[in-house]
């Protein structure tokens, strides 16, 4: 059981490129969301999907995007990579029953950095 | 938006030594969840709680969910505790977690 698997663990990117940060969870969960931490600070939201097909902005999604066409992936891409992107960027999963959300589950993490 | 503040921000401890990491919070919540991550490295889920008290091994949990606060308490503290802890509240939607910034503990042998 591997829980939430985020590839890759780190890259460099140059200013205005792209690429996606793959996430994939095998607990059928049917929430998913990526967050990103940035030094000194909590981590914020970025995108959030509550089920396939479904995908909702969360505080800080300016230059991301995401799709949920299955209930186990769910990736993010950055378009036109900028230096304020440079962070540690966090995919996680969980269940929800009665109005209350459980089984958080992180994974590894991405560490980004945009030259 | 519910905000949430750890104290302390970085805490130097001896091994063996009692530790408590706090956590308040403005709105009121569904869950809140204590979360560990060592440098470099994931974040891992300790505790989710709504109410009272819970014990995994050496760490206890608690929340008071009048005054809006929550406690993380370390027993018999090891140099393998250190790590940044993390407070983080939901409120029942979809719309994720809110996170506290963190506390840096260090345990010293």
């Known amino acids: 059981n591997a829980g939430v698997t985020q590839t890759p663990k780190f890259r460099i990117l140059k200013i205005g490129q792209s690429m996606t940060l793959q996430c994939t969870q095998d607990?059928?969960?049917?929430?998913m969301y990526w967050y990103r931490q940035d030094p000194g600070m909590g981590l914020k939201l970025i995108y959030y999907?509550?089920?396939?097909?479904?995908?909702d902005k969360g505080e800080v999604p300016n230059g991301y995007n995401v799709s949920r066409s299955t209930t186990e992936d769910f990736p993010l891409r950055l378009e036109l990579a900028a230096p304020s992107q440079t962070s540690v960027y966090f995919c996680?999963?969980?269940?929800?029953?009665?109005?209350?959300?459980?089984?958080?589950?992180f994974g590894s993490g991405t560490r980004l950095t945009v030259v | 938006k519910n905000e949430v503040e750890q104290s302390p921000q970085n805490l130097t401890a001896q091994e063996g030594e009692f530790i408590t990491i706090n956590c308040s919070y403005s709105?009121?919540?569904?869950?809140l969840h204590w979360l560990q991550q060592h440098p470099g490295g994931g974040i891992v889920s300790l505790f989710m709680?709504?109410?009272g008290k819970k014990k995994h091994g050496r760490l206890i949990a608690t929340i008071n969910i009048q005054e809006k606060h929550s406690s993380l308490h370390i027993t018999a503290s090891h140099p393998r505790d250190s790590a940044v802890y993390i407070c983080?509240?939901?409120?029942?939607?979809?719309?994720?977690?809110?996170f506290g910034k963190g506390t840096h503990l260090i345990i010293q042998p």
């Open positions: 709105v009121g919540i569904s869950a």
């Open positions: 607990m059928n969960h049917n929430y």
């Open positions: 999907s509550v089920g396939a097909g479904i995908t």
């Open positions: 709680l709504s109410s």
């Open positions: 983080a509240v939901s409120g029942g939607g979809a719309d994720g977690l809110t």
């Open positions: 996680a999963s969980s269940r929800k029953m009665d109005r209350v959300v459980y089984g958080y589950t």
